[in-house]
């Protein structure tokens, strides 16, 4: 038997809150250890994107921290993550010296 009334759907669809995501650091790249060695070597962190992908977003990253001037470099800089794009990578370089020094730690944030 056919029905001649009108029947309704209604859908709900909840907010996102976080439709461009949320910039963090991946659980491989929370600690970095690395010698100082007799020639330049660069230490790699991912950043990724997480719980949404909308769209341009721009993340700013600074280095401090209890190491002498000229050991890393950059310092600073941005990842620009382009509509979709879940991961990028900041290389920081560990410049080579003579003089001794005790342990160093850099932070990345």
Do not use: C
């Amino acid at each position: 038997m056919v029905s001649n009334q009108k029947q309704n759907l209604t859908i709900n669809i909840l907010s996102n809150d976080d439709a461009h995501g949320r910039i963090g650091f991946a659980s491989s790249s929370l600690t970095k250890v690395t010698p100082e060695t007799a020639d330049d070597s660069t230490v790699t962190f991912e950043v990724i994107r997480e719980y949404g992908s909308l769209g341009r977003v721009v993340a700013q990253w600074n280095v401090s921290g209890n190491f002498s001037d000229g050991d890393l470099s950059p310092l600073s800089g941005e990842l620009v993550f382009s509509n979709g794009q879940i991961s990028q990578n900041i290389s920081i370089t560990v410049h080579k010296d003579i003089v001794p020094e005790l342990r160093e730690v850099a932070y990345v944030r």
